[in-house]
């Protein structure tokens, strides 16, 4: 069986969660923070989440393991099979994480966790963060769905990515950066009525609190 290495509160678990949930396979949950220590490393390169654990071995990086699922996995299709249309959704996946979700993750320690953002970072990334979101808007075919009529890996990014740009926006500056995309704003609702959603949210809210104490003990420590 699959197991899914990482914690509740990652948005880039909660992806591979969700891909896992609607294809509809058997995978156990395994509690990993990840980080710099050698049994961390031992799973992950980087040290990153999330890991999946197969039979061959560990993968990590999000898109890799989104890749291995499909290609090796049954179920519910994420990806098209006509190679264009795949190669699209995974040009709308990398806009959606370079330009949109890396970006607002600048913004992250003052959004959620009560930390300062040096002035110069958020004036160089907040343009960027706009300028991502403009580049969705003008590449999304939402359809409803980003790529389309289909549910796709790339509404896994767009769902655990645009949301919390959203709340950076709103956040750090006080403004709703989908107020001119109403496309990006029925999308969020409507994945969003999805009952595996409405699970993982409820699991990243049970696991907050635990995660927030543990960042503020690594500050603490810094």
Same mark, same amino acid.
């Given at each position: ?25 058997? *995978?156990?949950?395994?509690?990993? *923070? ?5 049994? %961390?490393?031992?799973? %992950? ?65 003052? %959004? ?12 160089? /990334? ?7 979101? /403009? ?6 075919? *939402? ?15 767009? *769902? ?37 959603? /409405?699970?993982?949210?409820? /699991? ?19």
């Amino acid at each position: 069986m699959l197991k899914l290495h990482g914690f509740a509160v990652s948005n880039y678990y909660n992806m591979v969660k969700l891909a896992l949930l609607e294809k509809g396979l058997p *995978f156990e949950e395994v509690l990993f *923070f990840g980080g710099q220590v050698p049994d %961390s490393l031992k799973i %992950s390169p980087r040290g990153k989440v999330p890991v999946l654990e197969t039979e061959q071995g560990f993968l990590s990086e999000t898109d890799i393991i989104l890749d291995y699922i499909e290609q090796t996995q049954g179920g519910k299709p994420l990806l098209p099979a006509e190679p264009f249309a795949r190669a699209k959704v995974w040009e709308l996946v990398k806009e959606i994480e370079l330009y949109i979700e890396l970006t607002a993750r600048v913004f992250y320690p003052q %959004s959620f966790f009560g930390a300062e953002v040096p002035e110069p970072l958020k004036a160089k /990334a907040w343009p960027e963060l706009l300028a991502g979101l /403009a580049t969705l808007k003008r590449n999304g075919l *939402f359809a409803p769905y980003v790529a389309g009529e289909r549910f796709t890996v790339a509404d896994l990014y767009f *769902f655990f990515s645009v949301d919390l740009a959203r709340a950076v926006g709103r956040k750090v500056y006080g403004v709703d950066v989908l107020e001119d995309f109403p496309q990006a704003v029925a999308l969020l609702e409507l994945i969003g009525q999805n009952p595996h959603v /409405a699970a993982i949210n409820e /699991a990243k809210a049970a696991m907050f609190p635990t995660f927030l104490e543990k960042v503020v003990k690594a500050r603490s420590q810094q």
